[in-house]
């Protein structure tokens, strides 16, 4: 289906700048911000765009990150639309605050340019962060590209804030990998960009006197169990939420987003599961493939919270075979976050196919399309002799 779309301008920008650039349109009451690399022109560039008078956002440099959350989510209490941005141990430094504005239900954004955990030192591209935070009630999105890093952020604001949902996002870019290379993106209107997003008018407010409302009051055996409750009906509800959204945006610019993308999946015999920039590389490996005859297929998740088991495991039906590739080692786990999470929504649908998971590109290393390939090429061997063991390995990884 077609569209009257927007048409944007086009510019060169990295993808820290994309999404700075979203965050002038969308002018934010409230910025709490520390720096941290490969985040840090996200927040740098927005700090410009305050001192040269295009946005009316109240700026708040802070001495940690637990402190922006902490400014965040006190702006958001108040009433005000708040954002914040961060990535590895960064986000580790905000781990009690993330539960706090999930709790409170506070539609915070903030946006996470995933990078590496110490030790040894690392300040390139894993999904370390964000999946160790990936139950913390944040609703998670994963970009492909710069362009999409944009469209997430423009999306997610609507997302939050959606009355059935309340929620905070997590808006999730590969670090370096797209923060800090350049790549077309198409930015819209700022006029349209304020049309789409409208005015945020908060359910309540501590500074509505004449409706007082209690925050971080005790709650133990009595009513704690209660009052968690909301908190999944709210994750159940974004999941019909960001397809409306997506939709909507579908509608305002030509670009369609949903949970899952599909590259020549409908026929595949054989199937990567992948999140993160590196899906491109995939793609042409997808595509060498086909050439030869070999009926290869990606499916790329764009949000993994919540997690899209009932399109997943649609666009699984028939595979003969799956990998899913992972930006992220969990130690002593049966095996890694999207992996646990596509077996299980295997296993509950009745659903048998051979599943195994690689990890890859710790530290940012690259992975390119011959070594995708050599997945592909393991798949069909596993195919071939019915033999997933070891279900855990490892992509471009020198052996001791």
Not at 272 to 281: S, W, Y
Request: glycine letters at 6%; hydrophobic letters at 45%.
């Amino acid at each position: 289906m077609r569209f009257a779309s927007i048409k944007g301008e086009v510019k060169a920008l990295e993808g820290d700048n994309a999404v700075a650039e979203a965050m002038r349109q969308i002018n934010p009451d409230v910025v709490a911000a520390y720096p941290i690399t490969p985040q840090t022109e996200i927040v740098m560039t927005f700090s410009e765009f305050v001192s040269d008078g295009k946005v009316d956002t109240e700026f708040i440099p802070v001495e940690s990150e637990h402190a922006a959350l902490s400014a965040c989510i006190g702006a958001a209490l108040a009433g005000a639309r708040a954002q914040t941005a961060t990535c590895g141990p960064g986000l580790a430094l905000m781990w009690e605050m993330l539960w706090v504005a999930s709790g409170w239900r506070l539609p915070i954004v903030m946006y996470i340019t995933n990078r590496a955990f110490n030790a040894p030192l690392n300040i390139l591209c894993s999904h370390d962060d964000s999946m160790g935070s990936r139950d913390a009630c944040w609703i998670q999105l994963y970009a492909e590209t710069q362009q999409e890093a944009y469209d997430n952020a423009l999306q997610a604001i609507r997302i939050a804030e959606h009355p059935d949902v309340l929620l905070p996002v997590m808006c999730c870019m590969d670090g370096f990998v797209l923060s800090h290379t350049l790549a077309p993106v198409e930015v819209l209107p700022d006029e349209a960009v304020k049309n789409w997003v409208g005015n945020y008018t908060p359910r309540y407010s501590v500074l509505d006197v004449d409706h007082p409302v209690t925050y971080g009051a005790a709650d133990f055996t009595d009513y704690y169990f209660e009052h968690k409750r909301p908190q999944w009906e709210a994750m159940a509800n974004a999941s019909r939420v960001i397809a409306e959204i997506g939709e909507e945006y579908e509608k305002l610019t030509g670009r369609r987003y949903r949970f899952i993308d599909t590259y020549q999946l409908e026929d595949a015999e054989i199937a990567i599961i992948i999140l993160g920039a590196t899906a491109g590389a995939t793609r042409v490996a997808v595509d060498q493939l086909r050439k030869d005859g070999i009926k290869a297929g990606m499916l790329k998740i764009r949000s993994f919270r919540p997690f899209p088991a009932d399109e997943v495991m649609k666009a699984l039906k028939g595979k003969k075979a799956v990998a899913i590739l992972e930006r992220t080692g969990f130690f002593g786990a049966q095996g890694n976050p999207v992996f646990l999470e596509v077996a299980t929504a295997l296993y509950l649908n009745k659903i048998q196919i051979p599943l195994v998971n690689y990890i890859f590109g710790l530290g940012g290393r690259d992975t390119v399309p011959e070594q995708i390939c050599t997945v592909f090429h393991d798949l069909l061997e596993i195919v071939r002799s019915g033999q997933t063991e070891p279900v855990f390995r490892y992509l471009g990884l020198r052996e001791f």
